[in-house]
Nanobody
Framework: VQLQASGGGLVQAGGSLRLPCAASGRTFSSYDMGWFRQAPGKERDFVAT????????VYADSVKGRFTISRDNAKNTVYLQMNSLKAEDTAVYYC???????????????????WGQGTEVTVSS
């Protein structure tokens, strides 16, 4: 599966952005979809994941209550809605895909064999 993330940009603290990630292929609905982020000089960190069934989501503590992951299987797209953005949310955001059943809780980088190219989000304080 090939992934293409977009929607990044410059936003003021307290603002919102929505990041879409479009996937190729006809089996999108059988993949767990995740979002990660990487700030300059830091490791790539888990942000959110939605299990293939669309019913289970997991969020990093740092984004709970502010970010929402969703998916539209008809459009082969996963979204990350980011509200109440903070300066510490500044990073390159990556979407990723993992075949279903590989992990019960796919929150590690190593759970995901497929990655998009990343989209940069800058939050000004």
């Amino acid at each position: 599966v090939q992934l293409q993330a977009s929607g990044g940009g410059l936003v003021q603290a307290g603002g919102s952005l929505r990041l879409p990630c479009a996937a190729s292929g006809r089996t999108f609905s059988s993949y767990d979809m995740g979002w990660f982020r990487q700030a300059p000089g830091k490791e790539r960190d888990f942000v959110a994941t939605m299990i293939w069934d669309g019913e289970t989501t997991v969020y990093a503590d740092s984004v709970k209550g502010r970010f929402t992951i969703s998916r539209d299987n008809a459009k082969n797209t996963v979204y990350l809605q980011m509200n109440s953005l903070k300066a510490e949310d500044t990073a390159v955001y990556y979407c990723a895909a993992a075949p279903r059943y590989v992990s019960r809780r796919p929150t590690d980088v190593d759970d995901y064999p497929y990655w998009g190219q990343g989209t940069e989000v800058t939050v000004s304080s």
